[in-house]
Antibody, heavy 120, light 109 residues
């Protein structure tokens, strides 16, 4: 059974970097057709796809256009986990953040969620 | 970017009744790559339907999805007490971004 476990701080100061990790168990980066995603949810924005990383003979990263200048998603194959970094955060980035596996054109397994508040 | 609109915003029904939820896309979704999720308070979304009509593993057959192009529907044939939740549609088109609808809340009448 695939499980995703998120870790990282729940409070980030404005202008700082939000960093979260998602540990994968029961699967790997190299399973056919999978991609590893970050999604956030807030009352003002609803559910918002942030980006993904995946391997198809080489590594690919894709990001939401609105966040491209601030976001990085990195795989760590040695730990079987992937990370999210979002730079220069503002209170608008306050949200519940989820990692999720993408396969067969759906998000089929999700992490437990991390509530991140941007505040001084 | 494909924008998804869901209706109604809230659906008030009784257990045992049939629920019909609509999702409309601003442009054709290639390959009917549309999914439906259920979300309960404090939990992540749960995949119910993918590819417009395919039930995810473990999902009861009272949940069914259909549609193509720009119009899609999720039907719950007979509501069980555990089905009262918020439902989201999401499109997985040929390229990102993968957008979600604003949700339909199904609550107890």
């Amino acid at each position: 059974q695939v499980q995703l476990h998120q870790s990282g701080p729940g409070l980030v100061s404005p202008s700082q970097t939000l960093s979260l990790a998602c540990a994968i168990s029961g699967d790997s980066f190299f399973t056919d057709g999978v991609a590893w995603n970050w999604i956030r949810q807030s009352p003002s924005r609803g559910l918002e796809w942030l980006g993904r990383t995946y391997f198809r003979s080489k590594w690919y990263n894709e990001y939401a256009e609105s966040l491209k200048s601030r976001i990085t998603i990195n795989p760590d194959t040695s730990k079987n986990q992937f990370s999210l970094q979002l730079n220069s955060v503002t209170p608008e980035d306050t949200a519940m953040y989820y990692c999720a596996r993408g396969r067969y054109s759906s998000f089929d397994f999700w992490g437990q969620g991390t509530m991140v508040t941007v505040s001084s | 970017e494909i924008v998804l609109t869901q209706s109604p915003g809230t659906l008030s029904l009784s257990p045992g009744e049939r629920a019909t939820l609509s999702c409309r896309a601003s442009q054709t979704i290639t390959g009917s790559l549309l999914a439906w999720f259920q979300q309960k308070p404090g939990l992540p979304p749960r995949l119910l339907i993918y590819g417009a009509s395919r039930r995810a593993p473990g999902i009861p057959d009272r949940f069914s999805g259909y549609g193509s192009g720009t119009d899609f529907t999720l039907t719950i044939s007979r509501l069980e007490p555990e089905d009262f939740a918020v439902y989201y549609c999401q499109q997985f088109g040929s390229s990102p971004p993968f957008t979600f609808g604003p949700g339909t809340k199904v609550d107890i009448k």
